[in-house]
């Protein structure tokens, strides 16, 4: 990695440990946030000129790893549904295509599918590519992440902070209303690009960057570190400090047990017909398939 392109990867991951959530502005290039906008969704999200500096709320994108059948469950007040939902996101396929260019949408009758490709720094020589698919039937959404690289072709991203078992994205805590569909598709791609970013800052430093939520103490043994935030979500703490010593002095294989039955397995991949759109961009699964599995 360039040394310019380091320095600002680094930087980025320093805001996240101070709880500072960076910009994102168009291609999906994230930079460190200049000012202390840190947890508002700003009021000129609706503007184009300035739409894309705040991106979510620092409490929404902190929170990650649930199991599938309940991350993915309806919203209680789901503002668009069924047609006022696919209006909706028909008017904003031309501001997507400036956001995010070269961006493939495929519409289906229960909904529409969006590949995207975000650049995440100046001078990276790899992108993040994300597929994303949009039921407007179930006002749902599910978003893949792969690194696309000249030489090494295209690779997924995970599993930490994806959901089981299929290896969806999992940028936000569904609960507090980060996003929620019906949202700007352009701010869920601005999630993601930012949660790609968290994920090329652990490749290259070793550690996710900022705040995470990760409830199941066996989770937590096999993935944090002990200077990551620990994934309680209580204390703000270095897991080191924090849940580390009672999640060891547990019982172990009785939570190694309850993982494995809870968490499809402790396994989490992809569905084929998901990596063979990303691949090849081929016509993607039908949604209506993907959300009866
Ligand atoms: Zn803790």
Redesign the pocket.
Known sequence: MAPMTERALREIGSDLDRQTFPRVKDRGIVTPSDTAVTITLGEEKHDVSQRRSTTGSWKGTTRGERPAGRSWSPRRTTPFVGASLEARYEEELDEIERAYPGTKVWKQKEGLWLLSKSSLLEGLQRAAIFLVGISYAHAMAHGWGFWKQDMIGVRWIGPRHTNFPDGSICAFYQDDETWIVGDSIIKLLDLYSVWALRHLYLEEFGRWPGPQAVFHPYE?LLELRDDEY??????G?Q?GM???D?DLARNRIADAVNFTLNFAGGLREPPAAVVRTVYDQSKPPRLDELYLN
Do not use: I, L
Not at 230 to 235: F, R, T
């Open positions: 937590r620990c994934g309680c979500g209580q204390s703490q897991y924090c849940c580390r009672r």
